[in-house]
RNA sequence: GCUCGAGUGGUGGAAUAGGUAGACACGCAGGACUUAAAAUCCUGUGGACAGCAAUGUCCGUACGGGUUCGAUUCCCGUCUCGAGCACCA
């Protein structure tokens, strides 16, 4: 029998599919762990090699933990929702479900011939009305939720309602947008549309006016994430800054336990990272300036985190879209204010970032005190202050800010020192390192010491106090779009007002075209009766994080049509010990997630509060492209070591009629009209090709399937040549010529059991050295997977089947355990293999070997040897040698001695009161 | 600009509580078996120098320093590449 991979691969895929191997269900038996990739958004070009890697990583995880005897929940599903579909289907008419679902099978045929031992009972689609009920449902929850920062928790809005009836909002400490202090009775004169609009400024799920990334092109806003240098993520077309009424998550509310939480995870380092600086915490405080606009004194309240600078304030600056700068504008200088807003208005997002560099600003006319000295500052404006941060306004200190530097020099305002003999002249002293100066009672001290000393008297002074200001926004969470979540939201004389969760899902309804309307309305304006009880439903739709947001909990109980996920699946399951996954998602899908996990967990509904223990980013396979060199203006390719001879144009050429770099010159002609007719100067008869390493795409030539692989060499080559190809976590191209190496070792490893139709596998114990191969590699597989450095046990598989090779190795026993030992990488081989060693259950059902110590040691002998009546060692050889020869070989060379003993010694290292090597 | 991460043969990459640098694989070169090809197997393969040879010597982990008997590994500085953030006061 020969090693017929496409007919085994085949055979055992049908088995699991029949057996339901992989089907997992609660068994409190056994301990659980939970292996989840990120599911794929399933586009209309199919998998391409590149997309796999993480799922292969997280399968020969599974496998490995089910040997070991783990309950494994390993599941797979769509994120279906979402722009591309959406696009096709303005562009041919065809409805986005229908492409969807084309792609999705597509998906699944392509991802059901790398052998994946997913459970797919429990597949989620974010686009099934089924699941996406549970979508809506959590944002009811969280429209009928508000944020208690005393408890810390979302609590229901009926409990606030209940504090307003009886003692107004005074003493309510929530997070919440601007609300004027009222009292019990105030709230009860309220009539009902004011209170709703009270309400909703705390609501967890809100509406609200805000500055949005209103993307034309697209005719969307967009969420921060979805937004990169000015530019849609998805197509990138200009985006700009616009403010529109939207629905939004008050996940700035969550913000301290979103940084403080990530301690308890095992990510990397580099991730926490990322979420921290996008949480962004900053500690510092809140100050009050008087402010004088000659006929009217105002309170204007700054942050900043370098209170100690306050004696170098020589004026202070508005951001544009600031509330003060209508109120402190003065008579005189209303028309530079007004053309300068205007100016500023008219700015794209893009444009705005192009000039950070340029200065631009214009006087208010009004005059700030500074609290502490009483001198008069003057009040500006200018856009490089942010309306959404802090108070919207700043004091400057030109000495110490750089921004602030760069605004003094330009429009010539004074700048004062603070910090002893720091140099000032050319650019701004922002380190805060020195002794303070020209700072009154800070005088003296250290940077760190005047901080706390100044807002210390700060708050003394009644004028001010400490604060905490976060980066982090509340995610917008409208979408003008048709191919998303309903919002099961519908609008009473003006009041946004929930259905009951009776009545989801919400279901997308029938429109004619999923464009906007001409009147700029949303898609689902288009639908007929689109109402709830005669009322107007919301019309636009839920962004692609919502879906993705809870799925982990749906896997968990994908059925259940009474919850997310039941209680007893929750306790069971619990969250997500190993997630697999792209960094892309950093600030995106995994702050959205565990901020929806969070608000869950207050509300009791799951009962962990971080959804992913564990975080792997996968590093991206990159394309490896070729290129032809046409000599300019005519139809002649020369070769790559020739082309410097000649003016050429570089041309990408298709991967596929591209062998080891060396052109198939008929199929070249063939492949475009174009170069039917193409002549080629050629060296040593061959056309060769250069290479580059790119991002796998079409435009590119350079992409490789995934499905070609497993017809060419099969899928578990394919599955052991992407571990091997490099550490999981880093990136690196893709090159299908190194793939016959692990492709030999998998003929090499079917030798070990047949020889042509002969079966030479003996019903025997393993020779010592057998042994000895295997314990070895039975410890390093083990540390290797939980190491997650699956490219060095690939390694390892060839060295010990090379030796087990050569020691013509027949042991049943030994054999059978190298079979389970590659179960997880090679699963369909292993199938085969288990099943001729007899076995009539699958290898999945199988216990990882326990390796013997006593196989895995070096044979070692250990010699006391004293030298200069001084220092003792301690010897560790490979051989044996008698202590006197130990002791001459250290004596001959004291610290790096030689010793040539029969040749079995070359090099003795002797390191003072440690262990020394003996290398033979 | 700030914050992380990384730089090792022709290529992908091994090896770090500091101890034979280049495992394993690709590629390349040579050989065996074949009419031939495929497949398979064997040998060599960082560079320089010396030798008929076994072999030996020196240089080599981006660059420059440091600690150490000993540094790819630790420390300081420089350069390059990648990722993320970007007027966040």
Known sequence: MEYNFLDIEKKWQAYWAKNKTYQVNIDPSKPKYYVLDMFPYPSGAGLHVGHPLGYIASDIYSRFKRLQGFNVLHPMGYDAFGLPAEQYAIQTGQHPATTTEKNIARYREQMDRIGFSYDWSREVRTCDPEYYKWTQWAFLKMFGHWYNKQTQKAEPIDSLVAKFETEGNANVDAACGDVEVFTADQWRSFDKKVQSDILMKYRIAYQGETSVNWCPALGTVLANDEVKEGFSVRGGHPVEQKKMKQWQLRVSAYAERLLSDLEELDWTDSLKEMQRNWIGKSQGAEMIFKVSNGTQEYDVTIFTTRADTVFGVTFMVL????????????????????????????????????ETKKVTGVFSGSYGINPLTGEKVPVWISEYVLAGYGTGAIMAVPAHDSRDYA?????????????????????????????????????????????PAAIDRVEEMGIGKRKVNYRLRDAIFSRQRYWGEPFPVYFQDGVATPMPE?????????????????????????????????????????????????????????????????KEADEYWRNVDLYIGGTEHATGHLIYSRFWNKFLYDLGYVCEKEPFKKLINQGMIQGRSNFVYRIKNTNTFVSYGLKDQYDTTEIHVDVNIVDHDRLDMEAFRNWMPDFANAEFILEDGEYICGWAVEKMSKSMFNVVNPDNVCNDYGADTLRMYEMFLGPLEQSKPWDTKGIDGVHRFLRKLWRLYFKGDEYLVKDQKGTPAEMKVLHKLIKKVQTDIEAFSFNTSVSAFMIAINELSELKCCSKEVLEQIVILLSPFAPHISEELWEALGHQESVTFASFPKYVEGYTVEDTFDYPVSFNGKMRFKLTLSKSLSPKEVEAAVLADGNTAKYLAGGSVKKVIVVPSKIINIVC
Request: glycine residues 6%; hydrophobic residues 35%.
């Open 502 to 566: 009776s009545e989801l899902p919400l279901e997308l309804p029938q429109v004619d075209k999923f464009l906007p309307t001409e009147a700029g309305e949303p898609p689902l304006a288009r639908a007929k009766d689109w109402k709830y009880d005669g009322f107007p439903i919301e019309m636009s739709t839920m962004p692609g994080f919502a879906g993705s947001s809870a799925y982990y909990l749906r896997y968990m109980d994908p059925h259940n049509s009474e919850a997310l996920v039941s």
């Open 319 to 354: 951001a544009p879209e600031s509330e003060w700068v209508e109120l402190l504008t003065t008579p005189e200088q209303k028309g530079a204010v007004e053309e300068y807003l205007q100016k500023a208005k008219k700015k794209t997002e893009r444009e705005r970032m192009a």
């Open 407 to 451: 605004f003094a020099k330009h429009f010539d305002l004074p700048i004062v020192p603070l910090i002893e003999g720091c140099d000032i002249s050319e650019e701004s002293f922002d380190a805060k390192e020195g002794f303070m100066c020209n700072s009154g009672f800070l005088n003296g001290m250290t940077v760190a010491e005047a901080i």
